[in-house]
């Protein structure tokens, strides 16, 4: 979820303005873990954060509160970003040498290994991309700059229903679905070839580095 | 006049589909008549099994299900009064072991251990029952043979010792979900495709086990939601009732099966 997170952000802060009360994750708690157990069985410890999704380890951090108009909004939230976080525990690597790599190509890596385990929870899970889907939010309205475009991709590699405009949008989903859509873009290692590629961004401005370092997903 | 039992024959082959060689493991035990204990989940075709072998020996199959009520009359037989005097009728017990058929104590751990102990004569060399309050000594028919059944689980009541021994057993589990799929479709009569998506989300209430729930779906369960979807429900609507629904009433395990369930379709 590190590439949907700005996004997320905004989302957070538009949903917070209009919420009356928040939602603790600590009384979803037990509910969530029995979820994740039925999922894949994986049985991640739950902890609060300040901020969150991510994971360390076997344990899967989530903010403490979640602001919502409702408490089915704030379940389906958690249930959201803990199934993605889970997701990667059961379909990802257990640490990704992103040594040597810079920041857009952390950000790039981090938002491709998202992708990729999304894409693999739907075609077991196929209800999930209902769940996920709603939160990645970006349109061309956001501009062009590297984090938008970012969020753009994002959206692009989960949504089939969302058609860019952006060539470089475009570029990355043709790499992401090879084999006529039946495989997905799968990077054990940096590749500089395949990242090199993606990372060409058209000129946009300087080097957006402090937006790509808040993007940098869990690599570790 | 019908013959003794003829109500108890299985006339058509019910389905079974084997998940090892039990049917040739039950096979040899009745060939030599010996008592046969299935234990296994609740739901995973133990009772479906026994129909099936006693339909492929040709034997009637007379069942009794077990509870605490159950007393060793009921089993063995009374003597009742009627416009005519009184009259001997003999219990489901007696008439199998007197008319050859096999018989079949279905969770046979519910009953008390004061009434299924009036087995142990027939479930040794004796293979007698004696019948005291008729004076009678009934030497078990040579075709004669009982199966018993239970599930066990940490609730489930013990079974003494000195019973258990008299019992060859064949352990039951879930099928496979290959094997599962294929049931499920052909009992249910949905599609392979919706049986195996059906079958799936078995697997994930399973994992629920000790954890929320003391078991997860049994086969049996997802043949019921099986055939609410060919009547016509959504797969959700159909799994929701013959599975979520039918598991649990703790509202945090009632919260995660539910958002399961809308993960898997």
Request: net charge neutral; glycine share 8%.
């Amino acid at each position: 979820m590190g590439a949907a997170m700005p996004s997320e952000g905004l989302t957070m802060r538009a949903v917070a303005a209009n919420a009356t009360a928040s939602v603790a994750r600590r009384t979803l708690h037990e509910p969530l873990q029995r979820y994740l157990r039925t999922l894949w069985s994986v049985v991640p410890a739950l902890d609060d954060a300040e901020q969150g999704p991510f994971i360390v380890g076997q344990t899967i951090h989530l903010p403490a509160h979640r602001p919502a108009a409702d408490r089915a909004g704030a379940w389906r939230w958690y249930r959201a970003s803990a199934a993605h976080a889970a997701g990667h525990l059961a379909y990802s690597p257990p640490v990704f040498d992103g040594r040597g790599l810079g920041p857009i190509a952390r950000a790039l890596l981090g938002l491709l290994e998202d992708a990729r385990v999304e894409a693999l929870a739907c075609r077991e899970l196929p209800g999930l991309r209902r769940l996920w889907v709603p939160l990645h939010t970006a349109t061309p309205l956001d501009g062009d700059g590297f984090e938008a475009l970012l969020l753009r991709l994002a959206r692009g590699l989960i949504d089939s229903g969302y058609d860019d405009p952006h060539p470089w949008v475009q570029k990355g989903r043709r790499l992401f679905f090879v084999e006529a859509e039946t495989q997905v873009l799968a990077l054990r290692r940096p590749e500089p070839a395949a990242v090199d590629d993606l990372a060409a961004l058209p000129r946009v401005g300087p080097p957006d580095r402090q937006a790509a370092a808040r993007l940098v997903c869990r690599v570790r | 006049m019908a013959l003794p039992l003829e109500a108890w024959r299985i006339a058509a082959e019910p389905y079974y589909q084997p998940a090892g060689n039990e049917v040739t493991l039950f096979e040899a035990a009745y060939a030599r008549r010996l008592p046969m204990l299935l234990k296994g989940p609740t739901g995973c075709g133990k009772t479906r099994f026994v129909e099936h072998m006693a339909w492929r020996l040709q034997r009637p199959l007379v069942t009794v299900a077990c509870n605490d009520d159950l007393g060793a009359s009921d089993l063995v037989g009374r003597w009742l009064l009627d416009a005519e005097g009184t009259r001997w009728q003999d219990g489901p017990l007696t008439l199998a072991a007197r008319f050859g058929a096999i018989c079949y104590l279905d969770e046979v751990v519910e009953a008390r251990a004061d009434t299924t102990v009036v087995i142990h004569p027939l479930t040794d060399t004796r293979r007698m029952l004696p019948l005291s309050a008729r004076n009678e000594l009934l030497r078990a028919h040579p075709d004669f043979a009982l199966v018993v059944s239970y599930n066990p689980g940490p609730s489930t009541r013990e079974m003494k010792a000195s019973t258990r021994q008299r019992f060859c057993a064949l352990a039951f589990n879930t099928p496979s979900p290959e094997i599962e799929t294929a049931i499920v479709a052909r009992e249910s009569g949905v599609e392979v495709g919706c049986a195996a998506d059906i079958v799936a989300f078995g697997v994930r209430t399973r994992r629920l086990q000790g954890h929320g729930l003391d078991d997860g779906a049994s086969t049996r369960m997802l043949v019921r939601a099986g055939a609410l979807v060919a009547q016509g429900l959504s797969l959700r609507d159909a799994c929701r009732m013959a599975l979520v629904d039918a598991l649990t009433d703790d509202d945090g395990t009632r919260q995660a099966l539910e958002a399961a369930l809308d993960a898997s379709f």
